[in-house]
Nanobody
Framework: VQLQASGGGLVQAGGSLRLSCSAS????????RGWYRQAPGKQRELVAVIGRGGITNYGDPVKGRFTISRDNAKNTVYLEMNSLKPEDTAVYYCNARQYFSGTYRDYWGQGTQVTVSS
């Protein structure tokens, strides 16, 4: 499984960005996909996940501003980020999860930098 993230960059506060994460290998529409982020000196935190049937879950700091979606035909997940704040500055990692017999394995993309200037 390989995940390729893209779309990061520098944006002013209040602006928008869209991240993309394409997957290759044994990842299907049944596998949960998500985005996490890690700011300098902080732990990696959940941004958003999308599961089977399009069920979504968001971290509290981004609720109402970010939207996760997926294109199953392209095996790609998107993160639309609006009303960006300086505190959204972090490296964003895409994730895919595979479940096996009561356990799971996480796969990670290489990370893409998002910087929001004030």
């Amino acid at each position: 499984v390989q995940l390729q993230a893209s779309g990061g960059g520098l944006v002013q506060a209040g602006g928008s960005l869209r991240l993309s994460c394409s997957a290759s290998g044994s990842i299907s529409s049944n596998n949960p996909r998500g985005w996490y982020r890690q700011a300098p000196g902080k732990q990696r935190e959940l941004v958003a996940v999308i599961g089977r049937g399009g069920i979504t879950n968001y971290g509290d700091p981004v609720k109402g501003r970010f939207t996760i979606s997926r294109d199953n035909a392209k095996n790609t997940v998107y993160l639309e980020m609006n009303s960006l704040k300086p505190e959204d500055t972090a490296v964003y990692y895409c994730n895919a999860r595979q479940y096996f017999s009561g356990t799971y394995r996480d796969y990670w993309g290489q990370g893409t930098q998002v910087t929001v200037s004030s």
